[in-house]
T-cell receptor, first 116, second 113 residues
């Protein structure tokens, strides 16, 4: 089955530790995205990548880092510099945005990170 | 600042009624719009996309777009209890050769049996 997988589903860390969230897709999508969602809030874009070995900061990139070494994978590292890391993290991917087709984004199941 | 505004609700409708969800956006350059359904504790699921003025129907769902008024809506006919969820509206805008989405905070819909 094609889809987007994120692991783990729940993650607990102590303050001051870096943590890496996994995102893998087998949809052959070029573009991948990371969002965070806080209770009662919309999704906010952290980082996105249109092609392998290239990525751009979103609206709230401070305290996060990413890599895109393979088309299928887009891991997100939450560093100790992120002041409020507890959130629901969502990875998404989309079809190429060339032409007139709208860039429909599809989401993985998410990782709920709790930092204490 | 690109913004998408939604009434947070909750919006309560009886089973079988039409649920009407509304969204406004600030960026006139936005061309594509999306509705996602998000059940509590789950990730968003794409249910409709629209990029031309007018209506687009898919089963019990109808998306409506009015670019002059910068207004997008989602109608759910014959609402079912299983439609109870938070509905997120998103607008796509282009920049740096790519598209990004701006999301509203969502409207919580409750369908009462």
């Amino acid at each position: 089955d094609g889809g987007i997988t994120q692991s783990p589903k729940y993650l607990f860390r102590k303050e001051g530790q870096n943590v890496t969230l996994s995102c893998e897709q087998n949809l052959n999508h070029d573009a991948m995205y990371w969002y965070r969602q806080d209770p009662g809030q919309g999704l906010r874009l952290i980082y996105y990548s249109q092609i392998v070995n290239d990525f751009q900061k979103g609206d709230i990139a401070e305290g996060y880092s990413v890599s895109r070494e393979k088309k299928e994978s887009f891991p997100l590292t939450v560093t100790s510099a992120q002041k409020n890391p507890t959130a629901f993290y969502l990875c998404a991917s989309s079809i190429p945005t060339s032409g007139r087709a709208p860039p429909e984004q599809y989401f993985g199941p998410g990782t709920r990170l709790t930092v204490t | 600042q690109k913004e998408v505004e939604q009434n947070s609700g909750p919006l309560s409708v009886p089973e079988g009624a039409i649920a009407s969800l509304n969204c406004t956006y600030s960026d006139r350059g936005s061309q594509s719009f999306f509705w996602y359904r998000q059940y509590s504790g789950k990730s968003p699921e794409l249910i409709m996309s629209i990029y031309s003025n007018g209506d687009k129907e898919d089963g019990r769902f109808t998306a409506q777009l009015n670019k002059a008024s910068q207004y997008v809506s989602l109608l759910i006919r014959d609402s079912q209890p299983s439609d109870s969820a938070t509905y997120l509206c998103a607008a796509a805008y282009s920049g740096a050769g790519s598209y990004q989405l701006t999301f509203g905070k969502g409207t919580k819909l409750s369908v009462i049996p």
